[in-house]
């Protein structure tokens, strides 16, 4: 596709000086699920970010060419997520509470994925699998969501983790426990049409994010 670097959003005015040689790091391409379909893909070097875009899971052949873009690694326009997710005018906080896969490639060329597979070495087709597979993924997420609605009884059940959450402090959090299993094995709940189990859910995360920033405050 040609011109596919329009869709980078990353301006002059959002570059920043990484603290260290990037091109020394591998890659990942992380995506990020919005409920309407919408997807963020971002190129990314640990914690910095090289492409940025804002395109619906039925963009295939755009997600495809973005795929194959951000493959090569060009490290001439650095930014961070702080500085890029507002200007799709989303919420910071909101934004760490979406659903969100990564895929990352291989020394043989080829790539792990999220997506119950991986990619062999195959160039450009690896954008268009790519490309299929956020549209079937989300489509299988969106069925877990229908599996647990069930007239919208989960959300008391969830109601009752959030209780026991709330309970928990940052003493407990060394210790494995089943609800903290649960809530993030079912994470694909932030993508539910139901309002009440998908608010409840993401409480759940909430305060199980609340307790390991306790928990990394006294380990530090």
Request: a negative charge; aromatic letters at 12%.
């Amino acid at each position: 596709m040609n011109n596919i670097k329009k869709y980078n959003f990353i301006t002059d005015e959002d570059l920043v000086k990484p603290n260290y040689d990037l091109a020394k790091y591998p890659y990942k391409v992380r995506v990020v699920f919005e409920r309407s379909g919408n997807i963020i893909i971002l190129g990314m070097v640990n914690d910095y970010v090289y492409w940025a875009s804002y395109t619906n899971v039925e963009d295939t052949e755009i997600n495809a060419a973005i795929f194959n873009e951000i493959t090569r690694k060009d490290l001439s326009r650095i930014s961070d997520e702080y500085t890029l997710i507002p200007k799709i005018e989303m919420d910071w906080d909101d934004y760490h509470y979406l659903l969100a896969e990564e895929v990352s490639p291989r020394e043989d060329g080829g790539f792990d994925t999220p997506f119950g597979h991986g990619y062999s070495a195959e160039g450009e087709k690896c954008g268009k699998w790519f490309a299929a597979d956020l549209r079937r993924h989300l489509d299988h997420m969106r069925e877990l969501c229908k599996t647990r609605e069930q007239d919208g009884l989960y959300a008391g059940i969830l109601g009752k983790y959030l209780k026991q959450l709330e309970k928990l402090t940052w003493e407990d959090y060394g210790d494995e426990s089943s609800i903290r299993s649960i809530i993030r094995s079912e994470r694909y709940l932030v993508l539910s049409d139901n309002e009440a189990i998908r608010g409840v859910y993401i409480e759940c995360a909430r305060r199980l994010k609340s307790i390991y920033c306790e928990y990394m405050d006294h380990m530090h």
